[in-house]
């Protein structure tokens, strides 16, 4: 039995969902033979089954109101209610291993969890980095030093994080499972694609990703002023208005598909004709891996790690505006080969070997 704390992608009841919640569900599609437990961050219920694995969300209004009528020890606040809410999951799901996906989480000192064994996932440390208000910064760092030492076993996504982690609380011993992708089995043209997502233009370029400022979103909007191709985002979040205003207010022509999935998603990789991640920070990213499976070029910037998007591979621009709209503007006259870009891509597909090296991490 195996307790997963994350998120969850839309297949499994989740709200917003991005490359956490990917590398989550892929591994779980391979556990298919054991039970499971997905502790969420983003949906809406308290409880719902879907096949081998009960998704757990928040308590419901009622369980709430009862525990604080009824609770002698009852304190209003997040140690409780972290506390409460996995005080419940474990008696019902009775695992014997936790994997964390939130290292930052203070769900994760609880002391319930003591008797497991506890592996812990570093996606990243983005929730530290990017944090500016100095107390919640500093619990961050206090909660992943928590996790980290306390960890029978650690994972990193990627080398750099791997780097970045050893940097905050020094090294120990860890292994890198770099996230996959599953290889779409498709045959539909890019017209086609272009058709079903009502897309039009000459030269569509891409962005995928939740848009939460350090994904770039902003400065690709800003290397598209006055160009002639048309941007096509895919991906919600709390940035989401704001990116739509700032295309609105720089005169960039820009379509929003919002936060898709499944079949859709695979539409609109194969509708683009160039992808452009400008991130300002990326600790893997799975979306320019999956626009490398349709043989897109790829534009990129130097926060993604080189493994993903080498320069033979990829175009790698610096954190500028102007640098990225030189870069989409090489990428469109690049004569790479599409397939040469699909083989490389094809190297992080690899899913059975991912979810066999969780198994020998996770014991089970």
């Known amino acids: 039995m195996v307790l997963i704390y994350g998120y969850a992608v839309r297949e499994l009841g989740g709200k917003i969902t991005g490359g956490v919640a990917t590398y ?60 409460s809410r996995l005080g419940i999951i474990l008696k019902e799901l009775n695992p014997r291993v936790f994997y964390s996906h939130i290292p930052h989480s ?15 996932n570093f996606p990243s440390t983005h929730a530290y980095d990017f944090e500016r208000e100095g107390k919640l910064k500093q619990e961050f760092y206090r ?105 609105k207010k720089l005169g960039v022509d820009a379509v929003f598909l919002g936060d898709i999935y499944g ?27 999956e626009a490398m499976l349709f043989g897109k070029k790829v534009v990129v910037s130097e926060e993604i790690p080189e493994e993903v998007a080498p320069k033979e591979i990829a175009i790698r621009v610096p954190l500028d505006p102007e640098a990225v709209s030189e870069g989409i503007e090489r990428a469109i006259k690049w004569e790479i080969k599409a397939e040469k870009i699909r083989e490389y891509a094809l190297r992080f597909s690899d899913v059975e070997g991912f979810v066999r090296k969780h198994r020998e991490v996770l014991g089970i």
């Open 24 to 83: 989550i569900f892929t591994l779980i599609e391979g556990l298919k033979d054991i039970r499971l437990g997905l502790w969420a961050e983003n949906v809406g219920f308290f409880k719902k089954n879907f096949g081998n694995v009960t998704v757990y969300g928040p308590p419901s209004k009622r369980w709430f109101l009862r525990e604080i009528l009824f609770s002698k020890t009852f304190k209003p606040n997040s140690r409780w209610l972290w506390d």
């Open 106 to 120: 203070p769900a994760n000192t609880s002391e319930n969890l003591k008797k497991l064994r506890f592996v812990v």
């Open 143 to 247: 909660n992943m030093k928590y996790s980290y030492e306390r960890a029978d076993a650690v994972i990193f996504l990627s080398s750099k994080v791997k780097r970045r982690v050893f940097e905050l609380f020094g090294e120990r011993e860890g292994v890198v499972i770099n996230p996959v992708v599953r290889v779409p089995n498709w045959g539909f043209s890019k017209e086609e694609s272009r058709e079903i997502l009502g897309l039009r233009g000459d030269v569509l370029v891409g962005f995928a990703g939740m848009m939460v400022g350090r994904k770039g979103e902003d400065i690709l909007i800003k290397a598209s002023v006055g160009k002639d191709w048309k941007l096509v985002f895919a991906g919600g979040g709390p940035n989401f208005e704001n990116t739509i205003m700032l295309a």
């Open 263 to 289: 079949e859709r998603l695979w539409h609109f990789y194969n509708s683009i004709d160039i992808f452009c991640l400008p991130s300002r920070s990326e600790t893997f990213g799975i979306a320019v891996v």
